[in-house]
C-alpha cells in the first residue's frame, strides 16, 4: 500500500473540493466533509468504499427542509491509498472521489457517474 500521511491526504481532498467550480460550491448547502482511514461498509465487489455520501440531496429537499443535520460526505484514505500505485495515482483517485460524492449532493446517480468517468 502507498504510505501518506492522514495531513497529506487531507490537504489532497481539499484540493479537490477548491477545483469544483465555484458557481457549484456557492450552492451546497449543509453538507460537511469529512476524511476517515478506513470504511465500514463494503462495495459490491466486497472491498472497502473509496466515499461515501450521506443525506438529502438538493433535488430531494422540499419546503419542510429544515432543523437536519448536515450531509455527511466521507472520504476513505487507506482504500484509496490500497488501489493506487503513484502519488499522481492518488491525486487523480481523490479528485474523482470528491467529486463522485459530492454529485450526489447535487442529486446525479452513479449510473451517470460511471457513464462520464466518475465512477
Known sequence: MLEMSREEFEELVAEALDRIPPELTRIMNNVAIFVEDESE?????????????EGIPLTERGDGYAGVLPDRITIYRNPILRICETYEHVVEEVEITVVHEVAHHFGIDDAWLHENGYG
Not at 41 to 53: C, P, S
Open 41 to 53: 461498509v463494503r462495495d459490491a465487489h466486497g472491498g472497502g468504499l473509496l466515499g461515501l455520501y
